[in-house]
């Protein structure tokens, strides 16, 4: 298993779901950059976890991939933005939520986006 260095939240969460299938890890290659663990994982050195929002951009140099995704229930992560509620930049921050939801419904990914 290919992962990205200690610090990153995909990496402990790829790490949590090994462990929720009993892997335990005896040895293991690490990454700075999704962009490094394809291009590690194209190259035959082994396997690892991409967020499905991260395929489009960081599998399209990389040949020799095969895609498999999780049975349901599949893991998933959050991702918010979060924002001082004094900022006087409230509004541009609101245009920005609206764009990301935007994006994600046009993606067809599912989301739990809710309104601060």
Do not use: K
């Not at 200690?6 to 990454?31: F, I, K, N, P």
């Not at 020799?64 to 979060?82: D, W």
């Amino acid at each position: 298993m290919i992962l990205l260095n200690e610090g990153h939240c995909l990496r402990d969460q790829a790490l949590d779901v090994c462990r929720e299938v009993g892997a335990r890890a005896a040895a293991a290659t690490y990454a700075t950059s999704l962009a490094t663990l394809v291009q590690l994982v194209s190259g035959g050195l082994g396997v690892t976890l991409v967020p499905e929002t991260a395929l489009p951009v960081e599998t399209r140099r990389a040949p020799n991939l095969a895609l498999h995704r999780f049975a349901s229930p599949a893991p998933f992560r959050r991702i918010g933005l979060g924002y001082r509620a004094t900022t006087p930049r409230a509004g541009e921050f609101e245009t920005l939520a609206a764009s990301i939801r935007g994006a994600v419904a046009e993606s067809g990914f599912t989301t739990g986006v809710r309104p601060a």
